[in-house]
């Protein structure tokens, strides 16, 4: 009974599939049961049937490749719109880079360009500020000469500066614009940090407007300048005319106001610097002028050394003892010394003549002559062209003399005037006219 059993037993058991691998020395088995095979071949056959179902239907509906394809040209229609935005971008970029680099060297061409034309303009300045330097406006240290150090002429006749002759307004605006002209401005920081942008950036409208600025300190300084030196000019032409002496010398522009006119037209920069400048050039011609015309008069002392013993008008006749009119001003000087013109001329006169015993007579022009008295010894002759430097003769005590000196006298159309006034102008003129 006990075989049977243990036979049916062991034909129940399935038989399991075995899987063996062999290599050299190593074996390995593994062992399968009917069903693990089984659902391992139903999922394979699952998946092979749904892949096979899907590409299938794939391959039979050709408007899903369509759609795809459709995508994928949008995609790249819409990186390509992109990447030509990102470009057009960059040019425009890159455009304004290079108008701002064209626009900056622009900028900083005219900068330069109007930095050269101060500095040309300051030469130009500079040789102003000479010529007003040589005439006393200026001293040494390219300075301003205070007003009482240019009013340095008689101080019993005349005070106050070279600007006197003008009005008191006009005369504080020259003081002050000329001595903005050489002050030396103060360096500060702010000065600098003004010129620059929030960012540091060089600000090239206000570098612009501090150019314009500086030119027109300049025009205002050089107008100073041609105002001062037209101020000399006229002051002088009023000694001359309070002498009854005429000088041939043009009108300043300030001056010539009349029959004028035409619509206001500001002008600014280096317009007005130019203008300030032929202004300039136009007074110091004018005060050129005034030198020549005043070279040409008698305006100066017939003997610088010799005292002088009788004055022009009345006095009491020294060999009657009476009251008498003396023609002209006596100067002591040792008999021999040379006796030279006042003024350039032509001798009219010569010889001896009556209580001048010898004279020598000068005509100077325009109706301005000179006599010369006294003479130990007349050396020049009628007709001979002289001037200040010309030896006419020697000082001597011919004629009606008490004594070695010269008779002098000076006569306007042949009426003798006091040659006292004539010097006092030359003194004056001599400090306005350097």
Known sequence: MMRPQAADRYRSQSSARRIVFISRDNTRTYTFSPLALFGGLTLFLTVSLGFLAATTYLVFRDDLFDLVRERNADMQQA????????????????????????????????????QQGIADRQRAVGALIDKARSIGLIDGRNEAVPADKRASLDTDEVTGSVNAYADAGRANRIDRQFDALTATPAKTDSSK?????????????????????????????????????????????????????????????????????????????????????????????????VKAEAARLPLIRPMPGGEMTSNFGSRRDPFLGSLAFHAGIDFRSPTGTDIRPTAPGVVTVAGWSGGYGNMVEVDHGNGVTTRYGHMSRIIAQVGDKVTRDTVIGEVGSTGRSTGPHLHYETRINGVALNPINYINAGNKLASLLP
């Open 193 to 289: 940090t003004a010129l620059r942008t929030a960012d540091g950036k060089p600000d090239f409208k206000a570098i612009s407007g501090h150019l314009a600025a500086i030119d027109a300190e300049q025009a205002k300084a050089v107008e100073s300048i041609a105002d001062a030196v037209n101020s000399r000019v006229n002051a002088a032409v009023e000694v001359m005319a309070d002498v009854g002496l005429q000088a041939k010398v043009p009108d300043s522009q300030a001056d010539s106001q009349d029959a004028v006119g035409g619509p206001y037209i500001p002008i600014g920069g280096a317009q007005a610097l130019s203008a300030a400048m032929q202004e300039a050039d136009q007074a110091f011609n004018r005060i050129e002028l």
């Open 79 to 114: 990186y390509e719109d992109r990447i030509a935005r990102l470009r057009s971008e960059i040019d425009r970029i890159s455009s304004r880079q290079i108008l701002d680099s064209v626009a900056m060297d622009d900028k900083v061409e005219k900068i330069m360009s109007a």
